[in-house]
């Protein structure tokens, strides 16, 4: 089994920024999974944010691209998500996910591990 607990969600303004945080922990987890981050709106199916493979490499959804980084710290087990120059459509639940598939493989798209959500809402 996986563990995958977030924190740092929030309120804040436009413009402004937020940095969440996912840390893994459970006999079943390993360093070599594919790491993502998704997020879902009211009234909107959740959808794929980013998602960091083992070695390093990323990818951003378009309407995050430049403005949101995912990083990892394999040492801690702990997933990152960095969050600029919010807009009011960023508004969402954000959860941080976990696969033992490859990202090159396709393991962001259906991740088998799930955190229980953090509510992330940008106001004015």
């Known amino acids: 089994q996986v563990h995958l607990e977030e924190s740092g969600g929030g309120s804040v303004q436009t413009g402004g920024s937020l940095t969440l945080s996912c840390t893994a922990s459970g006999y079943g987890y390993d360093s070599t999974f594919c790491m993502s981050w998704y997020r879902q709106a009211p009234g909107k199916k959740r959808e794929g944010i980013a998602v960091?493979?083992?070695?390093?490499?990323?990818n951003y959804a378009d309407s995050v691209k430049g403005r949101f980084t995912i990083s990892q710290d394999n040492d801690k087990n702990t997933l990152y998500l960095q969050m600029d120059r919010l807009k009011s459509e960023d508004t969402a639940v954000y959860y941080c996910?976990?696969?033992?598939?490859?990202?090159?493989?396709?393991?962001?798209?259906?991740?088998?591990?799930w955190g229980q959500g953090t509510q992330v809402t940008v106001s004015s």
């Open positions: 996910t976990a696969d033992p598939l490859s990202c090159y493989s396709g393991g962001y798209s259906n991740p088998k591990y």
């Open positions: 960091i493979a083992s070695d390093g490499g990323t």
